[in-house]
């Protein structure tokens, strides 16, 4: 079992930055590919980001590459996300997430493929 806690969100202004921090306990991330996903209200869960557990591998969906940047810190068994340039459209519930896959390199954007995941943390962006 791996237990996933969020951290970092809150309300920030149009074009500002934060940092969003995932700490996992129970097992060590190795093996792992970490995501992170949001959530809008009235809207499905979307990934946002992702990468393996070596920090090799990782990829962003479209609507926030170039502006979040995925890390891991293996020592500290945690996972960021730096968010810049944040727009109103980035407000959501931003959920980190966990895929035990030691043989794959890529990285999913399925939902279904993650086996853990944390409580989410709120991210509004005002304009």
């Known amino acids: 079992q791996v237990q996933l806690v969020e951290s970092g969100g809150g309300l920030v202004q149009t074009g500002g930055s934060l940092r969003l921090s995932c700490a996992a306990s129970g097992r060590t991330l190795s093996y792992y590919i970490m995501g992170w996903f949001r959530q809008a209200p009235g809207k499905e869960r979307d990934f946002v980001a992702g990468i393996r557990w070596s920090g090799d591998t990782s990829y962003y969906s479209a609507s926030v590459k170039g502006r979040f940047t995925i890390s891991i810190d293996n020592a500290k068994n945690t996972v960021y996300l730096q968010m810049n340039s944040l727009k109103p459209e980035d407000t959501a519930v931003y959920y980190c997430?966990?895929?035990?896959?030691?043989?794959?390199?890529?990285?999913?954007?399925?939902?279904?493929?993650?086996?853990?995941w944390g409580q989410g943390t709120q991210v509004t962006v005002s304009s």
């Open positions: 997430a966990a895929d035990y896959s030691p043989l794959r390199r890529s990285v999913s954007r399925l939902n279904n493929d993650y086996d853990y």
